[in-house]
């Protein structure tokens, strides 16, 4: 059961964190990709993203960490695993797409990372209040 509540309590903290990003940086994002965005946002497939992202991020930084109780190793896995997830999105857009900007797959891939390690903490700390 403690399991249940580390997945929803970091999903929480994921949708908050990212929230805050997406609220903040939805100007930039449609000066520079406005034109293959849709008018209004697929809330079905964003939430998929959102639940195995988080899934993600629990399988491979947090719980490792944890089992170590090493919150560096957390930070570290949980950095890699956001880059990686961002990469292999931004990157294939940029190898794909033809108005696909530069600056966006770096700001993105950096935001990944910032996420996924700023999820990883608190999923972390959540797995030791709960005594996973």
Known sequence: MNYIYLYLLTTVVFFAIDFLWLKFSAPNYSKKIGHLMAPKPKLFPALIFYLIFV????IF????????????????L???????SYSTYDLTNLATLKSWP????????IWGTTVSVLTSIAGYYIATMLNI
């Open 61 to 76: 930084a947090v719980l490792p960490g944890y089992e170590s109780q090493n919150l560096w190793k957390t930070i570290m």
């Open 102 to 109: 530069v600056s966006i797959t770096i700001i993105d891939i």
């Open 78 to 84: 949980g950095a890699l695993f956001g880059m990686l």
């Open 55 to 58: 899934g993600g991020v629990i």
